[in-house]
């Protein structure tokens, strides 16, 4: 489904990542664990288009087409969807319009009927309930004066809305309390299965608990350093970073205890 | 400057074929009125850019042009070509005008007590002449640039508005001036008198459109008188062809405790100028100033707006939002003066600017001047882009750029049409804006 080959990526003439390989097949969930400022949050937004990051190497397959060539909306449009870390605050527009106008775009472009406000709202309601969300937020401007909490369980509302082939969640769980974290796992689980792919992009092992991946991927100064199964988040939990690496260039040897990294 | 005395010169020469032709049976104190402001609009010619209050705009391209008082006649508008002109549709009592001359077929009046009115100027300079004269004579602020002047000599007809005292009209009142242009340009002077007495109560729309490509020019002249504790919301709403010059004056009177509203949207006309010059005559007014103006192409649109605050405890509140694309330019000029007695006066002043194209320009002056010392005055400008972060997200979200950007224009705008106070206004509006935006861009109207 998505094919990273050597993917080097550059911001303001700094190279960030320096060449990595991931490949996601269909009914996968991948975490990417890293310390701050490892291009975890890099690697999310060049996947989904975002200006301002320069790939100097590699390729990226998304189901077979060039990612890279292509503009954002073509790529959520070919089912591609980013969970923001900072979700963005649209003053004036209703989450109600912009998540119908979202659906509906994707919808033309895979032939289907756009749906009708009723038919939109209904869909709405049972995903808000889902997300354990007050049905007074899809009648608020995007994401404006929500609470970081409510935020993080709009990105995932809109997923779940969306019904995306791939979705990268970049930092999901950062800032979210322990029932927060549990309604937006089960609103990530609710979209698990054989024909879609989950990227997570965490700081934390603690996500993993309620998100089991199928494989754990470390980035450290962005190289992806170890990979493994779901156990591997569990000795980083335990060891730190500083575990992982050969040594060389490694000097974030965070500790992942919840709460002892900044959010 | 010759070709601008020219133009100058083509509404002298109108003046006599317009007195015999449309005015020969009207008094003699209106054929002075007529002839007096006609001399001073000769004085003063148009405005240059070295006036103060008229430096970012050049009027010379309407200057240059002769055009011709439209005359009242046959015009080809029939009721069936109005329906996306007449907002409220029935509910709202519509006064039609044809190149600013009413027209009775077309419009659909009435609904009010008797003692109230809600009709054409010229019927009721021929009902009323005395009463009308009062008020014409009264009027403030008429003098403050040619273009009153202009609008008065070939004064004949418009909306006029009188609300008793303790009374409310229930019914909006929507003027609607249509352009229908000849062969060669037309000049219209639409002249609207609202007086609103103690206690009364009045919603009232102004809105100008012509057809596209239309060359037209439009003198509009409105005086709000508002008395003790009345209550006045009213709408300008301007569509001109973007071939057409529009040039509209508003003056506000308001005494203690009147609380009136006045919001403008500026969507046509090649040319436009907006001045408006409210003051605050009584104790404990409040005064709203809105305004949206979306110029685009090589649009220009000058908002000028003038808040005394001469008595005490009155607040004013202003609000313009402008966005500007293409070669568009805008400008903002916000007066706020608060003389010696207006203690306990709040004036806040805002305007903020949307530029959507690195060659469009807006120019943006607050100018406080501020001669009493227990005031709580406050005034603010921006001019800004659409957020790159926005457009990111609602892309990341499978929206196309020009729907994004539509989408984050319209939400810039949005907040002008939430505070009309008036909800069918407010929908109607919306469509209305949203037409206007989809004439560039791809986008549907919102459900």
């Given at each position: 489904m998505l094919e990273i080959a050597n993917l080097r990526v550059s911001v303001e003439g700094k190279e960030i990542?320096?060449?990595?390989?991931?490949?996601?097949?269909?009914?996968?969930?991948?975490?990417?664990?890293?310390?701050?400022?490892?291009?975890?949050?890099?690697?999310?937004?060049?996947?989904?288009?975002?200006?301002?990051?320069?790939?100097?190497?590699?390729?990226?397959?998304?189901?077979?087409?060039?990612?890279?060539?292509?503009?954002?909306?073509?790529?959520?449009r070919a089912g591609l969807f980013l969970g923001f870390q900072y979700p963005v605050e649209i003053p004036g527009v209703s989450n109600m319009y912009f998540l119908k106008a979202a659906l509906n775009a994707i919808r033309r472009h895979r032939g289907l009927e756009e749906l009708d406000a009723m038919d939109f709202l209904q869909l709405a309601k049972e995903k808000m309930k889902l997300m354990d969300m007050d049905e007074s937020l899809i009648n608020r401007a995007v994401n404006e004066g929500f609470s970081g909490g409510e935020k993080k369980r709009n990105e995932v509302f809109q997923m779940a809305v969306l019904e995306p082939r791939l979705a990268i969640l970049d930092e999901t769980d950062s800032g979210l309390d322990i029932d927060a974290l549990r309604i937006v796992a089960r609103g990530v689980n609710s979209l698990r299965g054989s024909e879609r792919g989950i990227l997570l992009v965490t700081h934390y092992q603690r996500l993993l608990n309620y998100i089991v991946p199928d494989r754990v991927h470390v980035l450290v100064d962005g190289r992806i350093v170890k990979t493994g199964g779901k156990e591997l988040a569990l000795e980083l939990e335990e060891k730190g970073y500083g575990w992982v690496g050969d040594g060389a260039g490694i000097e974030h040897a965070a500790i992942l205890r919840e709460g002892a990294l900044p959010a | 400057m010759i070709a601008t005395r020219d133009g100058q010169n083509a509404y002298i020469d109108a003046f006599e074929r317009f007195e015999k032709k449309v005015a020969a049976g009207d008094p003699a104190w209106l054929r002075r009125l007529r002839r007096d402001a006609l001399a001073r609009f000769a004085d003063l010619g148009f405005p240059t850019m070295r006036e103060e209050g008229w430096r970012h705009t050049n009027l010379a391209p309407l200057a240059e042009v002769a055009f011709h008082p439209a005359l009242p006649g046959k015009n080809g508008i029939s009721a069936g070509m109005l329906g996306s002109y007449l907002f409220g549709g029935r509910e709202s009592c519509n006064l039609v005008f044809i190149n600013g001359w009413y027209s009775p077929g077309l419009s659909t009046p009435g609904g009010f007590p008797s003692c109230a009115y809600a009709g054409s100027l010229a019927a009721a300079l021929r009902e009323k002449p005395d009463k009308i004269g009062e008020y014409l004579a009264s009027a403030p602020g008429r003098e403050s640039n040619a273009f009153v002047p202009l609008n008065t000599a070939f004064l004949s007809d418009g909306g006029f508005i009188f609300v008793p005292d303790g009374t409310r009209l229930n019914r909006t009142i929507h003027l609607v001036y249509l352009f229908a242009p000849g062969a060669s340009p037309t000049a219209g002077f639409p002249r609207n008198l609202i007086v609103v007495g103690n206690g009364g109560e009045v919603t009232v729309v102004e809105s100008y459109a012509g057809p596209a490509g239309g060359v037209y020019f439009t003198n509009a002249v409105t005086d709000v008188i508002a008395g003790d504790h009345s209550r006045v919301g009213h709408y300008r709403v301007q569509r001109e062809s973007e071939e057409a010059f529009h040039v509209g004056s508003l003056n506000i009177d308001q005494a203690e405790n009147a609380v009136v509203s006045s919001h403008s949207i500026s969507l046509g006309g090649a040319l436009t100028r907006n001045t408006i010059a409210a003051t605050m005559n009584g104790e404990g007014g409040e005064l709203t100033l809105n305004g949206l103006y979306f110029g685009r192409n090589r649009q220009h649109v000058d908002n000028h707006t003038s808040i005394i605050h001469a008595r005490p405890h009155c607040s004013s509140r202003e609000l313009y939002k402008g966005i500007l694309d293409d070669r568009a330019t805008g400008v903002f000029t916000g007066?706020?003066?608060?003389?010696?007695?207006?203690?306990?006066?709040?004036?806040?002043?805002?305007?903020?600017?949307?530029?959507?194209?690195?060659?469009?320009?807006v120019n943006s002056t607050p100018q406080l001047e501020i001669f009493a010392d227990d005031v709580k005055c406050t005034h603010g400008a921006t001019i800004g882009r659409l957020s790159a972060d926005a457009l990111f997200y609602l892309r990341s979200r499978g929206i196309d750029e020009p729907d994004a950007r539509s989408l984050l224009t319209y939400a810039f705008a949005g907040d002008i049409l939430g505070m009309l106070g008036n909800k069918p206004l407010q929908c109607q509006l919306d469509l209305v804006l949203l037409a206007h935006m989809s004439r560039t861009e791809g986008m549907g109207a919102p459900s």
């Open positions: 990542l320096h060449g990595i390989d991931l490949r996601i097949d269909a009914g996968e969930v991948h975490a990417i664990m890293g310390p701050n400022g490892s291009g975890k949050s890099t690697l999310a937004n060049v996947l989904a288009g975002r200006e301002g990051y320069l790939v100097t190497a590699g390729e990226v397959h998304f189901e077979g087409r060039n990612l890279l060539e292509m503009p954002p909306e073509d790529r959520a | 007066r706020i003066v608060v003389r010696p007695d207006a203690q306990k006066t709040n004036a806040r002043q805002t305007n903020k600017n949307l530029l959507l194209s690195a060659d469009a320009l």
